[in-house]
């Protein structure tokens, strides 16, 4: 786990001819830009691993990279383009996974631009996603902000509702937030009934101050929550009700904070981080809390928590977007930036002032629609949506390598190491042919030949041993392996066991087949030793009509991933193994998501 998190360096990344970007300026995405965040929302809930591309180091509006290409949909030339703004590159080796679903996306929403790579290039990255976030919206009363930012960009509920109703079971009110006990201060519905967060995101919009006071269980809440790598995004008036709570709030300053005056000029600051990416002219909006101020004599709890703020004052007055860990707990991350473990047990907090922003378009008339950009950023930030906050599986099968009596027992041990819980897990072991089951622990349930035990959710460090006792037939040699679905985001990943070798009544083989009492799987993952793929979920629709309502087919498309020691692939320690993106739930495509592998040729970490 040392290995895995250890900073890495800021070098560039190389991206092969046919590698796919999505460009985030106002040269070639002026229309589609909030659609690209949709789109890139569809390619990871596909199961597609997306880059984002941002030069260290950059000044406000300075390229990330260049490079030469042609459109998808008009197949005009791009000649030595400076992509600006923070694009999203996909590798060359998942282009053929991810073009149907540009395909799809692009003829329901043709003004959304992607380029397909005429010749390699080289480029910082700042992240690698590999899972959809789970988002979960607050239902104030004043949700209606937050709904039309991601109906703007056609992002859907975890149901794969894209009009996140109310009745969405990801719209949380304040009674749900702040559970049935003052006690327990995770028994809200940001977790599940052993304390676990099951969101990765929550964004509250204008939850009143006066609200907050009346109910601070919700805020006591939050604190649990951003105990792991998750995100809170607030915007105007929820701000202050989150931060300026005495009890349980102070989350990025040790005061709370003034109500600021709205900046006409603006300074940017970070503009190398994922939140800080926009391009083109920005205004922010009115407001009961149009910016922030500090009181005297403070400071923010963590360096390099400030974007965006009045021109000509100093950072802490009238700030308009900042974010940070809670805390102060990993900050400044400016020389050798990376992911560490104190990073991956604090969760981030991002605040932006002003009520509400608009969507209209193009953006580059349009200044006040990029707060919606900057809540659209937000989205995609936090550590739960990257190889590294993943749950990272160990599943591990043993077994006899030689028997002269049937009846035999397989164990299988599994455990979570990873820093995020394994949603939904349920694990299953396929009996060889010609064997017949006999009992099984834990409550296994055994239907036609396959050993089934539903695990719920796995929490960081949660895990046992099960066993399946059977009785072998005919003599010869039996393998067998386990394999453990669970859900990350709103993906489904499997992560399968190593397997094992039974020689019954002969003699064993002599190439180690029937040493199992050790894994014998190797490769790079979370899994100690097996294979772990990641199948889409599926919602009903994709893209979105005039209306901005979403419209098209059902989602079949399968899903790649890369490899390549450029972009992705890498080591964090064990033996590992390989990941695979599997759109059927069989054994899958390319070789993919290494989560192992991704922190290897992860160049630049998302945490500042």
Sequence with gaps: MALAFAPVSADAADFAAGSLVIPMDTDYQDLGMLRAYGLVYELLRQGVPVNWAIKAGKGHGDADFTASGTDVASGAAIEAHGYRGGPWVIDAADAAAALPIVEAWQQDNPDVAVHEASEGFSSDVAATLVVAPTIAMMADGNQKIARKYMMAAGIPDSVGDYGWP???????????????????????????????????????????????????????????????????????????????????????????????????????????????????????????????????????KGSDIVMITEAGTPIGINDVWMTGFVDGICPGLISEPGISAACLTAGKVSYLGGHEYDVDLPISENPTTQGTRLFLNSLFEAPCATAEGLPQISVTKSAPATTDVPEV????????????????????????????????????????????????????????????????????????????????GVNTLVAASNATMTAYGVEPTTDGGTSTSEPTGTGDSASDSGAVTTTATTAPTTGGDATGEPTGGNLSSTGGASDSAGETGGQTGGEGCGCRNDMSGGTGSAALLGLLALLRGRRRSSVR
Excluded at 472 to 485: D, H, I, R, T
Aim: net charge negative; with cysteine.
């Design 409 to 488: 027992t397989f164990d299988i041990n599994f455990v979570n190491m990873g820093v995020m819980p394994a949603l939904d897990a349920v694990l299953t072991d396929t009996l060889p042919a010609g064997v017949t089951f006999v009992s099984a622990t834990d409550d296994g349930s055994h239907v036609d030949g396959v050993v089934t035990w539903q695990l719920g959710n796995l929490g960081e460090g949660e895990g046992k041993t099960v066993s399946v006792t059977v009785e072998l037939g005919a003599p010869g040699v039996y393998e067998n392996s386990a394999s453990l679905q669970f859900r990350a």
């Design 166 to 300: 109310d009745t969405s079971p990801d719209m949380l009110d304040p009674d749900e937030l702040s559970g049935p006990t003052e006690d327990n201060l995770r028994d809200g519905a940001l977790f599940d009934d052993e304390g676990d967060p099951v969101y990765c995101q929550f964004m509250s919009m204008h939850w009143g101050v006066k609200d907050a006071e009346q109910n601070q269980q919700v805020v006591a809440e939050m604190r649990e929550f951003l105990t792991h790598p998750t995100h809170l995004f607030a915007e105007c008036q929820a701000v202050n009700a989150f931060e300026n709570l005495a009890a349980h709030g102070h989350f990025l300053t040790p005061h709370g904070f003034l109500i600021g005056q709205q900046p006409n000029m603006y300074e940017y600051y970070e503009t190398d981080t994922p939140f800080g990416q926009l391009d083109g002219p920005f205004q922010s909006v009115g407001g009961s809390e149009p910016a922030y101020s500090l009181p005297q004599g403070d400071s923010y």
